[in-house]
T-cell receptor, first 116, second 111 residues
């Protein structure tokens, strides 16, 4: 099956610094990738939809200047958390669709961000 | 905005007992998907239902889509310890490309 990787799996950073998270589709091309945030024991909240070669579409309430998304190629999307604060600590998960109209989303293993 | 709710929030059962989680949407859905997330893991796609009243089975798992396409259920027969995890339903969002996850039902099992 299709595989999506994320790097890093865990990161600890200090308040005020920026952190970049990479999401890669390893064996397929993904025109669309999605970024989710998940707090402990809660559901996945969609943050943004990332389209290759164009600007990301952010969900209501998500600060686009704080969560920078770049989808530079058909296999790579990055999420940069800028000027991180402790309340940004969370589990960030990306997913990718192999083709438009495909039902299945393939999820990456997630990145645990802790801001101290 | 669109909401997808699931009940119960938690379910603790004896191994071998059945388990059911229910998903309800505030709006009619063109389709519904189900995912399973093991503790510490990421969501894994289980199935998609499209037709009104559709029922699909995967071994001990039975998925059903309501006639009005606003609700769905997942039933597990004779649970096993490997069934532990959180089960999410998900429906299309405001645009065709994205999905909105339900609140999830966490299943734990007494061996």
């Amino acid at each position: 099956g299709a595989v999506v990787s994320q790097h890093p799996s865990r990161v600890i950073c200090k308040s005020g610094t920026s952190v970049k998270i990479e999401c890669r589709s390893l064996d397929f091309q993904a025109t669309t990738m999605f970024w989710y945030r998940q707090f402990p024991k809660q559901s996945l909240m969609l943050m943004a939809t990332s389209n290759e070669g164009s600007k990301a579409t952010y969900e209501q309430g998500v600060e686009k200047d704080k969560f920078l998304i770049n989808h530079a190629s058909l296999t790579l999307s990055t999420l940069t958390v800028t000027s991180a604060h402790p309340e940004d600590s969370s589990f960030y998960i990306c997913s990718a669709r192999e083709a438009a109209g495909e039902a299945e989303q393939y999820f990456g293993p997630g990145t645990r961000l802790t801001v101290t | 905005g669109q909401q997808v709710m699931q009940i119960p929030q938690y379910q603790h059962v004896q191994e071998g007992e059945d388990f059911t989680t229910y998903c309800n949407s505030s709006t009619t859905l063109s389709n519904i998907q189900w995912y399973k997330q093991r503790p510490g893991g990421h969501p894994v796609f289980l199935i998609q239902l499209v037709k009104s009243g559709e029922v699909k089975k995967q071994k001990r798992l039975t998925f059903q889509f309501g006639e009005a396409k606003k609700n769905s259920s997942l039933h597990i027969t004779a649970t096993q310890t490997t069934d532990v995890g959180t089960y999410f339903c998900a429906g299309p969002g405001s645009s065709a490309s994205k999905i909105i996850f339900g609140s999830g039902t966490r299943l734990s099992i007494r061996p």
